[in-house]
Each structure stands twice: as C-alpha cells, then as structure tokens.
Nanobody, 127 residues
Framework: QVRLVESGGGLVQAGGSLRLSCAAS????????MGWFRQAPGKERYFVAA????????HYVDSVKGRFTISRDNAENTVYLQMNSLKPEDTAVYYC????????????????????WGQGTQVTVSS
C-alpha cells in the first residue's frame, strides 16, 4: 500500500508560481512511476505530468510544457510539481498518483493505470 498526501496548493495571480509536493508512505514508492493529474469543476480528471521510478524520463501534457516541471526525491519519498507562469486555466484540484508496476521505464497518461491517489490540493489562479 502507498499513501499519498499532496500539499502546496493555494491562490496565486496569473504569472505566478507554486510548488506542489506529494509525500508518500511506503518503501515501494521508490519503484513506482508517479503522475500529477488535475480536475477542474465539472470536468474530468486529466493528465498533467509523469515521471519514471528513477526520474530518468518525464512527460507532460502540451499545455504545461515549458512551464511545469515534475521531479522526485526517492530518499525523501516525495514527488514535486513546480508550476511557473501560471494561467487562470490552470485552476483545478491537483492530484498525485502512483502506478504500482515496479521499475517500468515508461509511464502512462491514463487515469485507470494509476493505482493509488492522494486527496488533492486546490490551485486557483486569478487573472
């Protein structure tokens, strides 16, 4: 079992930055790919970014490329999402998730492929 707890959300003006953190319990975290997803009111949950178990590969949805950076610290059991140049359309609840297939060299963008989810953290970007 992996328990995930997100933090770092809040209210920020357009053009600002936030850094989300996702703290994981369990040693198996270090072998899992991790993803960030977001869900705006009335919309489905969408892929934002993902990182392989060792940080060797990262993937982003086109709308955040060049603005967001996903990273992880396996020694601290934490994955991060640095969000810069935020836009009002980035407003959503952000969730981190773990894909419980150890040591895979690729990641999925599909929500059903992720086995563990955090409770989410709200990010609101004002114009």
């Amino acid at each position: 079992q992996v328990r995930l707890v997100e933090s770092g959300g809040g209210l920020v003006q357009a053009g600002g930055s936030l850094r989300l953190s996702c703290a994981a319990s369990g040693r198996t975290f270090r072998s899992y790919a991790m993803g960030w997803f977001r869900q705006a009111p009335g919309k489905e949950r969408y892929f934002v970014a993902a990182i392989t178990w060792n940080g060797g590969s990262t993937h982003y949805v086109d709308s955040v490329k060049g603005r967001f950076t996903i990273s992880r610290d396996n020694a601290e059991n934490t994955v991060y999402l640095q969000m810069n140049s935020l836009k009002p359309e980035d407003t959503a609840v952000y969730y981190c998730a773990a894909e419980a297939r150890p040591y895979r060299d690729f990641v999925s963008r599909a929500t059903p492929d992720y086995d563990y989810w955090g409770q989410g953290t709200q990010v609101t970007v004002s114009s």
